[in-house]
């Protein structure tokens, strides 16, 4: 029998997280740190449920979607199970209330403005929300976050405002060919990591560090990542259609 354009996509995706997760457990033992201490997210926007849930019967236990609209479209039809997902998109003052409860962690808080308003909802919600500060490492694709030099104060900041929990720090960081300077950014981000970690507050556990997508996460693990967040390299180029 003629195998269908959907099994040839599911095999694609198996074939691609095999590859995937050898190139992590290279860089991750590369660089002295065990593989199982890099965690790998899925980044599924534009992708339709049947795939993604491919992708979780393959062993993927994190998602991450950039719009809050599309995930909660899309959630019906996801078999999560224990699979979690995360908001990595910008997130819009407006559309705090629709995600609250519904990710884990939401690692694209870029003002304390948001962190407030993310804080008034969860609080409404009863819950206490995990957040990640977003870095402006100089992306094209992401002018959001935060400066390197003024993250610390800024986590410092954001770790007195209830109902929210800061776990850490996520980067986009920019296309770039010269593998020294984009180790050198991702080395930086590194080092405000354990900067922050350092200090002792009850609001804070800097447990995860979010770095690297499809075109530089073995480069971002070299550099301390242990969250990468890939999409096209397992999923296939995306196809953005205007429905979301
Ligand atoms: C789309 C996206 C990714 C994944 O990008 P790929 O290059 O397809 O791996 C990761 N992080 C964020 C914030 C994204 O928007």
């Known amino acids: 029998m003629e195998k269908s354009l959907i099994d040839m996509r599911f095999e694609d995706i198996e074939e691609n997280l095999k ?22 997210m899925a980044v599924t926007k534009t992708v339709e449920p049947i795939y993604i849930n491919h992708a979780i019967l393959q062993g993927i236990d994190l998602i991450g979607e950039n719009r809050v609209q599309e995930f909660l479209a899309k959630e019906p039809e996801l078999e999560l199970g224990n699979c979690s997902a995360h908001l990595i998109g910008h997130l819009q003052s407006n559309k705090v209330k629709k995600i609250i409860g519904k990710v884990s962690v939401i690692q694209s808080v870029d003002s304390v403005g948001l962190a407030k308003e993310i804080s008034k909802h969860a609080g409404n919600a009863g819950i206490v929300q995990d957040i990640l500060l977003e870095i402006n490492a100089g992306s094209e ?6 400066e390197l030099d003024e993250v610390k104060e800024k986590t410092l900041e954001i770790a007195e405002i209830d109902n929210i929990r800061v776990k850490g720090l996520m980067c986009v960081a920019p ?12 080395e930086n981000i590194y080092n405000k990591f354990i900067d922050i970690r350092a200090e002792k507050r009850d609001n804070i556990n800097m447990d995860i560090l979010s770095m690297g997508m499809s075109g530089d996460y073995e480069t971002a693990i070299e550099g301390g990542s242990n969250l990468v967040r890939v999409g096209s390299a397992i999923f296939g180029p995306r196809i953005y259609s205007d429905k979301h």
């Open 175 to 186: 296309i770039c060919d010269e593998k020294r300077k984009l180790l050198k950014i991702f």
């Open 141 to 146: 694709d992401s002018k959001f976050g935060f």
């Open 19 to 40: 590859v995937i997760r050898e190139n992590i457990s290279r860089a991750a033992v590369s660089s002295g740190r065990e593989p199982s201490s890099v965690h790998l």
